[in-house]
């Protein structure tokens, strides 16, 4: 069996990581970011830093630990690999 099938789709996808970070994740809000911009005709970079802004307090609150938090000195503890 291979490592792909035994972990599930999303966690394959958040494997792929850059300085501990997942990939898919920053692929994912870029690619948000882009979405809402195209549809309500705002500038990329500012809803993409909107987006990055409100990401941060989310995963504070909801308790989950993330390199980016860690990095930014928001988290004593890395989030685990």
């Not at 972990?7 to 948000?32: C, H, N, Q």
């Not at 911009?37 to 308790?63: A, E």
Request: net charge positive; charged share 10%; aromatic share 14%.
């Amino acid at each position: 069996m291979s490592s792909s099938a035994q972990l599930g789709t999303l966690e394959y996808l958040r494997s792929f990581r850059i300085a501990k970070m997942a990939i898919f994740d920053w692929v994912a809000t870029i690619i948000g970011a882009a979405v809402v911009s195209y549809w309500k005709g705002w500038n990329f970079i500012v809803v993409l830093i909107i987006l990055l802004v409100i990401s941060i307090p989310l995963h504070i609150v909801f308790g989950v630990r993330t390199y980016t938090n860690y990095y930014l000195g928001l988290d004593k503890e890395p989030a685990p690999s």
